[in-house]
T-cell receptor, first 113, second 112 residues
């Protein structure tokens, strides 16, 4: 079964600094999609970034970028120039073959002013 | 474009009662998925409906059920509530999971 692992329950970063959140996954599929979601205290999950497994190029969205290592089954999220509004729970997610989207346990990010 | 709407936002029920939660997806999205979120278990998949048919199902007891209407709106029902059913219930819609899901703000259910 496909599983998603986030080994960092909590992370902290200084405002304006860079932080990297880790995610690994287990799959035997070759075609799949990976996502990072942000859940602020308002509790609505927001899609941050998406990566297609068949694309070698790492996805970027403004200050958010990923490091996708397909062979290592690793999908980390880098947040540059961290802002107070980035404080939230971050979830890594996996999707393939019209099955359910699988989520990691989440990483709580604190941003210090 | 309206987002995913979940009602109600908060709900307090007594053990043994039943509850129905509602989710209105983004217009044009035919897939609706439901998740249970708790501090200890994270996001647990309940079920997914696509064009009024249950396409995927998680490992929850039969007390948890759902349905989808012809306008893609979905409801989930929990019968014989237990204290452990207290959680945030999230609904998500999509045109296809390859593009990611759009989530609602959730319904916070408290069972007392």
């Amino acid at each position: 079964a496909q599983t998603v692992t986030q080994s960092q329950p909590e992370m902290s970063v200084q405002e304006a600094e860079t932080v990297t959140l880790s995610c690994t996954y287990d799959t035997s599929e070759s075609d799949y999609y990976l996502f990072w979601y942000k859940q602020p205290p308002s509790r609505q999950m927001i899609l941050v970034i998406r990566q297609e497994a068949y694309k070698q190029q790492n996805a970027t969205e403004n200050r958010f970028s990923v490091n996708f290592q397909k062979a290592a089954k690793s999908f980390s999220l880098k947040i540059s120039d961290s802002q107070l509004g980035d404080a939230a729970m971050y979830f890594c997610a996996y999707f393939a073959n019209n099955n359910d989207m699988r989520f990691g346990a989440g990483t709580r990010l604190t941003v210090k002013p | 474009k309206a987002g995913v709407t979940q009602t109600p936002r908060y709900l307090i029920k007594t053990r043994g009662q039943q509850v129905t939660l509602s989710c209105s997806p983004i217009s044009g999205h035919r897939s609706v998925s439901w998740y249970q979120q708790t501090p200890g278990q994270g996001l647990q998949f309940l079920f997914e409906y696509f064009s009024e048919t249950q396409r995927n199902k998680g490992n929850f007891p039969g007390r948890f059920s759902g349905r989808q209407f012809s306008n893609s709106r979905s409801e989930m029902n929990v019968s014989t509530l237990e204290l452990g059913d207290s959680a945030l219930y999230l609904c998500a819609s999509s045109s296809s999971g390859v593009y990611g899901y759009t989530f609602g703000s959730g319904t916070r259910l408290t069972v007392v």
